[in-house]
């Protein structure tokens, strides 16, 4: 007896379409072919619709827990399950700080209580902590070694000497916010006391291409997993693009650079770090996504209140959420002709999987997590505020025409949105760790 079939539907992955039911049982998927024997608790038609697996968001700051106007992971993970996110990883640099094993403990606990979505957790790179991060995602359920090169929102910054040992001592897959505290501190000697035009005004290309200069140094002393969160400017590409295939680096881009640029109206909605770049920095991006440099997306999901957009550009945070529409956003890429519905695939699902070792997720196959969505090709629509879970109630891509979420998302096998409404809140996701040996 299943617990659930899922009949008909088109399943896509990046080696194809295939039209099978998917039978589901203690939240696996155990059958995949044209009719299953046996009984099913539920049956589901997905006819006419594609099924990919659930969408891993390998980078979110889901926040502070107990500030009521902010993003939780009650609020954060059901934002990500309308939008197709059934996996997110969460970033050290919120509360509390993932630096040590009791916060990193900490943290997950409150994720089991709260989250809808599975979740993994960085572990923050920080001086004095190379041993304790060694223990949790060398040897431990950290989903990887999150570095900041530079000053970001939040108190986590890694100098270079603190760099080099983290190089030295660990080998985790390390996730890295590149750009480099140098270049960043004389530009804030040059703008102290100014509003600078635009927000890359005060963090230029300089600084990423600086930092990721430096990461491919020491990626070649010491060669470990790097992955380069939310590349930028084309100039980060160029040096990336040069090492692809030497190196074990991989890049992640986020949708903000890759549908606004720093001219968008935006005001302080529109900052974040790395900043909005110039136009032909987006496009370099599009065009190295296309090709296949990008390998994954993450959201740099950031959700800071309208309240505090509203203040001053020196006084407002950095970061704008992202999560929500990650979905909408690529299946209007498919829409518009831009990239095909197995790169999303590949981009959204198989390729983070691979790259953190979440052997049971990021692909439809027997023994594989039964965490899927299903989902129509439609007309774009205009993004309006009311269609938003995510508690600061504002998004970037506000009145711009997306794809509608996905029809139906299920995680372990159990539904829990179907068209952007959280129909069961009582499904919680389960820790995902990199799968090491064999
Ligand atoms: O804009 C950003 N916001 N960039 C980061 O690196 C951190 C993030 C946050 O935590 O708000
Ligand atoms: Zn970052
Ligand atoms: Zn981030």
Redesign the pocket.
Known sequence: MYDLIIEDGTILSSAGRRVADIGVEGGEIVYIGSRPGGGARERVSAIGRFVVPGFIDAHV?F?DPGHPAKEDWSSGSRSAASGGVTTVCD?P??SPPTITAEAWHEKAAIAAARSVVNYGIWFGAASGRVEDARRMADEGPACGIKV?MGA???PLLVDDPTLVQFFERTTALMGV?AEDEGVLQAQRVLWEGRTPPTHHDSRPAEAAVTAVRRLVTLTREHPRPVHV??VSTEAELAVLEAVRGELPISLEASPHHLWLNHESPLGNYG????PLRPEADRRALWAALRQGLIDTIGS?H?P?TREEKERSYAES????PGVEFIFSLMLAAVRQGRIGLERVVQLCAEAPAARFGFARKGRIAVGADADLVVFRENDLVRLTADRILSRVGWSPYLGQNIAAKPEMVFVGGSLVARSGVIVDDAVRGSLVSPSRGA
């Open positions: 700051h926040r970033m640099n919120t900041f970001s929102t939040g916010h969160c939310h900052k974040v770090n790395p740099d950031a800071h945070p950095s970061g704008m």
